[in-house]
C-alpha cells in the first residue's frame, strides 16, 4: 500500500461521490458544486498522472472560469426553482440499462485494451519544467494550426455569446 | 435480265401507291388518286409479266430463283443453326402463277372501284388500303422463307380488317372488321407454333433449305408441324371451325370482297398448303385432315347458302365452299388440281362479287334478293356475265369451273390418297352449289319485279366497272382451256408446267406418269367420260331444280319452307353457329377477363401493388418522424442508443483494440 | 513510488462517462444538462492523459488542451442560448423546448 494507491483511490472516491450528487441534487447550484468537486478531484488524478499543467490548467480554466460561468448563469436566472428528476418509464426501462451498457462497454474495452494493460511506471522520467516546456514547444511547433484555430474559435464565440445575450433594445 | 435480279420491284410499286394516296391523297381530285392508284398496280402487273417472261428463259437448275436483298434478322450467330432470316424472294412456277392471278385480277378490281366508290366519302383511303393490300399479298406470293411469309399473312390481314371496317362509323362494320381479324389471329397462333417448331426441326425457316432436308425427318414431328401450318390456313381461308368471320366480311365494300374475300386474300392458305407440299406428303395423317377439313366444309358450307338472302351472303358462303374444294384437291394430293381451281375460281368468283356489286349499285344498296327480280333486260351487261359466271361455278363442262372442280373430284376418286367419303361430299356439295348459284341468278334477274319500280331506278353501270366484269366473264370461259388437264382432252399445260414445284410428292408424279403411259384410252374416250361423270350430271340437275324452283313454280320454295320448318330455321340461322360460339367461347372469356383479369389481377394486384408501395411509404414515414418528438430528452436518448451501438460495431464486429 | 495500472484509471474515466450520460437522459434542468455534458469531456479528459501516460509522448496532453479550450467556448454560447431560452419561455424545463416537434 503505497501513498499513489490510497491518493488514486481517494480521488476517485471523491470524483465518483461527486458524479452521483450532480444527478441526486435537486436544486441545480447544488449540481454545480458538486461538478467543482468532480474537476478537483480529476485535477489531482492530473497530478497523479505526471501531468501538472494540465492540472494547472483544469483548475484555472475549467474551475475557475466555466464553472463559475455556471453559477453566474444559474444565479441570474434564479433557477433555483424546484424540479425533480421525472424518471419517465421509457428513461427508467430504457435509459438507465442503456447507460450501464456503455459504461460496461467502455470498461470491457478499455481493461481488455493492449495499452490499458500497460502499467503505469510511476517514473514520471519528467521534470516539471521540461515537461511543461516540451509541451508548449509540441503547441507551438507540430499543432500550431489548431492552436491559432481555437484561438479564433474563442473569438467567434465570445461574439457569439455577446450578439446572443443581448436584450433586444 | 433487269427485273428478276429486282424482284422487289413488283412488292414496291404498290407499297408507293400507297403511300402516295395515304399520305397525299385527302386533298387530291378523284382522278389523281385514281391515276396513282390504279397505276401502281398496272405497272405491278406489267413487272410480273415481264418477270415471268424472263422466267421462262431460266434453265431448270436455276429454279427457284431466289433474290436476297438484305439480312433482316440474325440471332444467335455463334449456334450451328443460327436465326437467320434475309428478306429473300423467289420466283418458281407456283409463284409465276400466283404472281399473274393477283395483279391481273387486282388490277381489274382496282378499275372497277374507280367506278363503284365513285360516291363514297374516305376515296383515297380506300385506295391506298387496297394497294396497302397489294404489296403484302405479293410479299405472301413471292416470299423465300416462312418468316417474309408471314409478313405477308399478316399484313393482308392487316389491310383485311381496315377494309371491311372501312366504313367504321357503322357499328356492324367495325364489328365485322374486328371479328375477321380475331378469329384469323386463332389460326394465325397456330401457324406461330408451326414456324417456330419448323426451325426447332430444321435449323431454317428458308424454302429451299427446308425442302432439301425433308426427306430425313422423322413423320410425327412433320405431322406437327403441317398441322399447324394448317391450323393457320384453317382461319385465313375460312375453313370449319374458323369460318364465321368470312360472311361477317361482306359489311365492307363490294370490290373489297372480290378482291380479298374471294380472289386473293383467302386462297392464301391454299397456296401456303401447296408451298409446303413436301412436308405435306410426307405426313399423310396431316393431308387426311386437310381433306376431311376441305371436304366436310365444301357441303357444310353450300348448305348454309341454299337458303340464304342476301346476295353477297349467298357468295359468302359459296367462298368458304369453293376454298373447302381446293384444300380437299390439297389434301389427296393433287396439288395442281387445287392450285388450277385457286385460279379459275379467282376469275369466276371474283366476278360474281363484281357483277354482285354491279346489281347492288343498280338497285341503289339493295343488297336482299328477295326484293329483286326482273333485272335481266334491264341490266343486260350484268345479268349475262354473272350468267357466264355462275355456269363456271357449276361446273357446266366448257367453262373454266368445269375442269378444275372435274380434276379435284377425279382425284379425290382415282387418285393415289382416295377417299371415297370425301369425293361423295365433294359431289354432293357440288350439286349444291349448282343449286343456289342458280336460285341466286333467277331471283335476282327473272320472274316480276318484287320492287317498287317507281321507287328505285334500275340503272347498268358504268363502263368503268362493266368492262372488267367482261374480261373476267371471258377468263371464265376460257381460262381453263390452256390448263385442261388430259383427261379431258387438255393439253395438260398446267400440270406439266407445275409438276417440278410439286415432284416432291411422289405419288401425283407416279400418277402423271401412269396416265401418260396408259395408252388403252383415247382422248376421246376420255372427254366422254368426263363430259357424263357425276359432276357434271350433280350440275346440271342443280340448274334444272333451280330452274323448276325459281322460275316454273315459285312457290314450291315456299311451301318447302313451311314444311321442313325446323331445317330451315337451322339453315337460314346458319346453324346458330355463332350464336353458339358467343354462348361457349366469348361470354366465357368476357366473364374472366372481366372478373379475374381485371378485377383481380389488374385493380387487386397491380394497382394494389402499387398502391401498397406508397401506403408503406406513407406509413412507415408516418412512424419514422415519431422519433422527432421535439422532446429533447428523447433525442438525447437517441443519441446514447446510437453512441451504443457505434462503440459495440466498432469494439465487437470490426474487432478494433482486440 | 509502485503504480498505479492505467487500465484502473480507464475504468475510473468510463465510470465518470456513464454517470454523465445518466445524468444527460435524466435531468430536466437545461443548465443542469449542459453540467452533464461537462462531466463526460472531464472524463474524457481523463482517458486521454492516462493515455498519454501510457504511451509515453505528449499528444495526449496537447488534445486535453484542446478540448478543454473548446469547452469553454461551447460553455459560453451554450449557455447565451440558454439565456435567451429561458427569457423567452420563463421556463428552465427541457420539456417545454419542444417547438422542433414534427
Known amino acids: 500500500m503505497n501513498i499513489a494507491i490510497i491518493m488514486f483511490f481517494a480521488c476517485a472516491l471523491l470524483s465518483v461521490a461527486g458524479a452521483m450528487l450532480l444527478i441526486l441534487a435537486r436544486e441545480p447550484i447544488h449540481s454545480a458544486l458538486a461538478l ?24 484555472i480554466v475549467y ?22 428528476t421525472d424518471f419517465s418509464r421509457i428513461a427508467k426501462f430504457g435509459g438507465v440499462p442503456l447507460g ?7 470498461a470491457h474495452s478499455l481493461y481488455h485494451s493492449p495499452v490499458g494493460k500497460a502499467i503505469a511506471n510511476g517514473a514520471g522520467s519528467s521534470n516539471d519544467a521540461a515537461d511543461t516546456a516540451k509541451l508548449s514547444e509540441m503547441l507551438f511547433r507540430q499543432y500550431l494550426f489548431p492552436f491559432e484555430a481555437t484561438s479564433i474559435l474563442i473569438l467567434i464565440a465570445i461574439l457569439g455569446a455577446l450578439v446572443l445575450a443581448r436584450k433586444e433594445s | 435480265m433487269p427485273l428478276l435480279n429486282h424482284l422487289w420491284i413488283v412488292l414496291a410499286l404498290p407499297l408507293a401507291g400507297a403511300a402516295i394516296n395515304g399520305l397525299f391523297g385527302k386533298r387530291w381530285a378523284q382522278s389523281a388518286v ?57 420466283v418458281d412456277q407456283l409463284t409465276v402463277v400466283m404472281l399473274l392471278v393477283v395483279t391481273f385480277v387486282g388490277m381489274l378490281i382496282h378499275i372497277y372501284s374507280t367506278g363503284y366508290m365513285a360516291q363514297e366519302g374516305g376515296y383515297y383511303r380506300f385506295f391506298s388500303y387496297l394497294n396497302l393490300f397489294m404489296f403484302f399479298m405479293l410479299t405472301l406470293v413471292m416470299a423465300a422463307n416462312l418468316i417474309v411469309m408471314f409478313v405477308g399473312w399478316e399484313g393482308v390481314g392487316l389491310c383485311s380488317y381496315l377494309l371491311i371496317g372501312f366504313w367504321f362509323l357503322k357499328k356492324s362494320a367495325a364489328d365485322a372488321g374486328k371479328k375477321a381479324f380475331i378469329v384469323t389471329r386463332i389460326g394465325d397462333f397456330g401457324f406461330t407454333v408451326g414456324i417456330l417448331l419448323v426451325f426447332a426441326t430444321f435449323g431454317t425457316v428458308a424454302f429451299s433449305e427446308i425442302f432439301s432436308q425433308v426427306a430425313e425427318k422423322p413423320v410425327n414431328i412433320l405431322t406437327t408441324i403441317c398441322l399447324l401450318l394448317f391450323a393457320g390456313a384453317i382461319g385465313k381461308s375460312a375453313q370449319l371451325p374458323l369460318y364465321v368471320w368470312l360472311p361477317d366480311a361482306m359489311e365492307g365494300p363490294t370490290p373489297v ?47 348454309i347458302g341454299l337458303v340464304q338472302t342476301d346476295i353477297k351472303k349467298v357468295l359468302a358462303y359459296s367462298t368458304v365452299s369453293q376454298l373447302g374444294y381446293m384444300f380437299l384437291a390439297c389434301g389427296v394430293g393433287a396439288y395442281t388440281a387445287g392450285i388450277f381451281h385457286l385460279m379459275t375460281h379467282a376469275f369466276f368468283k371474283g366476278l360474281l362479287f363484281l357483277a354482285a356489286g354491279s346489281v347492288i349499285h343498280a338497285m341503289g344498296g339493295e343488297q336482299d334478293m328477295t326484293k329483286m327480280g326482273g333485272l335481266r333486260e334491264k341490266i343486260p351487261a350484268t345479268y349475262w356475265t354473272m350468267f357466264i359466271a355462275t355456269l363456271a361455278i357449276a361446273g357446266i363442262p366448257g367453262f373454266a369451273g368445269f375442269f378444275s372442280k372435274d380434276a379435284i373430284l377425279e382425284a379425290a376418286k382415282d387418285g393415289p390418297y382416295a377417299n371415297l367419303w370425301l369425293w361423295l361430299l365433294g359431289v354432293v356439295g357440288a350439286g349444291l352449289t349448282s343449286f343456289y348459284m342458280f336460285r341466286l341468278v333467277f331471283l335476282t334477274f327473272f320472274g316480276k319485279p318484287r320492287y317498287d319500280e317507281h321507287k328505285v331506278h334500275v340503272h347498268e353501270s358504268p363502263k368503268k366497272m362493266t368492262i372488267p366484269l367482261m374480261v373476267l366473264a371471258f377468263l371464265s370461259i376460257f381460262g381453263g382451256w390452256f390448263a385442261a388437264p388430259k383427261l379431258v382432252g387438255g393439253i395438260d399445260y398446267f400440270e406439266k408446267f407445275l409438276a417440278p414445284v410439286f415432284s416432291a410428292s411422289a405419288p401425283t408424279s407416279d400418277a402423271i406418269t401412269a396416265a401418260a403411259t396408259d395408252t388403252t384410252a383415247s382422248p376421246a374416250m376420255d372427254l366422254l367420260h368426263a363430259l357424263t361423270g357425276w359432276p357434271v350430271i350433280v350440275g346440271i340437275l342443280g340448274l334444272l331444280v333451280a330452274w323448276w324452283f325459281y322460275v316454273k313454280s315459285p ?62 411509404a406513407r406509413d412507415s414515414g408516418g412512424q419514422a418522424r415519431k422519433i422527432q418528438s421535439g422532446n429533447t430528452r428523447s433525442y438525447a436518448a437517441w443519441v446514447i442508443l446510437g453512441a451504443v451501438g457505434f462503440t459495440a460495431l466498432l469494439f465487437g464486429l470490426l474487432g478494433v483494440a482486440n | 513510488m509502485s503504480a498505479v495500472p492505467i487500465s484502473w484509471y480507464l475504468v475510473l474515466s468510463a465510470i465518470l462517462f456513464g454517470l454523465g450520460v445518466v445524468a444527460f437522459v435524466f435531468k430536466r434542468n437545461i443548465i443542469t444538462i449542459f453540467m452533464s455534458i461537462e462531466l463526460m469531456l472531464n472524463a474524457v479528459n481523463l482517458a486521454f492523459v492516462a493515455f498519454a501516460r501510457a504511451r509515453g509522448d505528449l499528444d495526449g496532453l496537447v488534445f486535453v488542451f484542446f478540448v478543454i479550450v473548446v469547452a469553454a467556448a461551447e460553455a459560453a454560447v451554450g449557455l447565451a442560448i440558454v439565456i435567451m431560452l429561458a427569457q423567452n419561455r420563463q421556463s428552465l424545463n427541457v420539456e417545454r423546448v419542444s417547438l422542433l416537434k414534427l
Open chain 2, 34 to 90: 385514281n391515276s396513282v392508284a390504279v397505276g401502281s398496280v398496272v405497272l405491278s402487273f406489267l413487272a410480273a409479266a415481264e418477270t415471268v417472261r424472263e422466267f421462262c428463259h431460266l434453265a431448270a437448275n436455276q429454279i427457284p430463283f431466289i433474290g436476297n436483298y438484305f439480312t433482316w434478322m440474325v440471332g444467335g450467330e455463334a449456334t450451328p443453326h443460327p436465326f437467320r432470316v434475309d428478306f429473300a424472294l423467289q
Open chain 1, 36 to 59: 467543482i468537486l468532480v474537476m478537483m478531484a480529476v485535477a489531482v488524478l492530473y497530478l497523479l498522472l505526471g501531468a501538472p499543467f494540465i492540472a494547472a490548467v483544469q483548475i
Open chain 1, 63 to 84: 474551475a475557475g472560469a466555466i464553472m463559475v460561468l455556471f453559477v453566474f448563469v444559474i444565479m441570474l436566472l434564479n433557477a433555483g426553482v424546484e424540479e425533480r
Open chain 2, 555 to 616: 312457290d314450291i320454295p315456299k311451301r318447302m319452307a313451311q314444311s321442313v320448318r325446323g331445317l330451315y330455321t337451322l339453315l337460314f340461322n346458319k346453324y346458330y353457329v355463332d350464336e353458339i360460339y358467343a354462348a361457349l367461347i366469348v361470354r366465357p372469356l368476357l366473364w374472366i377477363s372481366t372478373n379475374v383479369l381485371w378485377h383481380v389481377v389488374d385493380e387487386g394486384l397491380v394497382d394494389g401493388t402499387v398502391n401498397a408501395t406508397a401506403t408503406i
Open chain 2, 257 to 303: 370482297s372480290a378482291l380479298i374475300h374471294a380472289a386473293t386474300m383467302v386462297t392464301a392458305g391454299v397456296y401456303m398448303v401447296a408451298r409446303m407440299s413436301p412436308l405435306f406428303s410426307r405426313a399423310p395423317i396431316a393431308m387426311l385432315v386437310v381433306a376431311i377439313v376441305g371436304a366436310v366444309t365444301a357441303f357444310y358450307s353450300a348448305t
Open chain 1, 100 to 106: 450501464f451498457l456503455l459504461l460496461l462497454e467502455i
